[in-house]
């Protein structure tokens, strides 16, 4: 956990999405700390119709490489939400060539009483995790 769900304009190969993948896991890695196989991440294709992410008034140029991230977490802190934007940007551009202004990040936080691993039980209350 964090729970990455990544939205992107259909057309990119298999090894393309990897590679977005790894960088993402990469990134949140060295933001948040958390264990090297801690990764759930989700990828959503959609049509060029069903994918609307303008730049809210900034200026912000986007393309067809348009990513949009919804990560779900524990509270993180604004320092470490900070950083992973940072490194998350910074290995997209460099492993992926996706711009900076193509990447958008929403950060919904929630508890421990909202997750559950498996078998039917909240892992971080049981003290499982």
Avoid at 95 to 104: F, N, Q, R, Y
Wanted: charged share 25%; hydrophobic share 45%.
């Amino acid at each position: 956990m964090p729970l990455l769900h990544f939205h992107i304009l259909e057309g990119r190969s298999d090894e393309e999405v990897k590679v977005l993948l790894d960088a993402a896991h990469e990134a949140m890695l060295a933001a948040f700390q958390v264990p090297r196989a801690d990764r759930y991440q989700i990828v959503s294709e959609h049509k060029p119709s069903r994918m609307i992410v303008e730049d809210t008034g900034l200026n912000i140029p986007r393309t067809k490489n348009a990513v949009l991230l919804q990560m779900f977490s524990r509270p993180r802190g604004a320092e470490a939400n900070t950083l992973f934007y940072k490194l998350l940007t910074e290995r997209l551009e460099a492993e992926c060539g996706i711009a900076p202004s193509d990447v958008m990040i929403s950060i919904v936080e929630n508890n421990d009483a909202h997750w559950s691993f498996g078998h039917g039980r909240a892992q971080f209350l049981t003290g499982e995790l």
